[in-house]
């Protein structure tokens, strides 16, 4: 099997929305992109790379849901779901 496309997830920041934090890519394109970012900020990000979309989009929304509840907890504003 040969691998030709990949999801990638990270973790979210404050104003991230789901397109932000989870996109399609190849590996040829990932690996640009870890080249770009640097060490400490890629490492930060905490990417995860799935073979299929639908494994993607759970993590995505977990992370979502869980930036969401430690902004209401800290009761910070949010700005994306306000």
């Known amino acids: 099997m ?3 496309k990949i999801w990638i997830v990270r973790n ?7 397109e932000d ?3 399609e890519s190849t590996i040829d ?3 640009s992109y870890c ?6 900020q890629f490492v930060s990000e905490q990417h995860f790379l799935y073979t299929s979309k639908e494994e ?4 995505a ?4 849901r869980v930036r969401d509840s430690l ?3 800290l009761e910070l504003p949010n700005p994306v779901n306000p």
Do not use: Y
């Open 2 to 4: 040969k691998l030709t």
């Open 71 to 73: 902004i209401e907890i």
């Open 12 to 18: 979210p920041n404050h104003l991230s929305l789901k």
């Open 21 to 23: 934090m989870c996109w």
């Open 29 to 31: 394109k990932f690996a």
């Open 35 to 40: 080249c770009g970012a640097g060490v400490q």
């Open 56 to 59: 993607a989009d759970v993590d």
């Open 61 to 64: 929304d977990m992370r979502l």
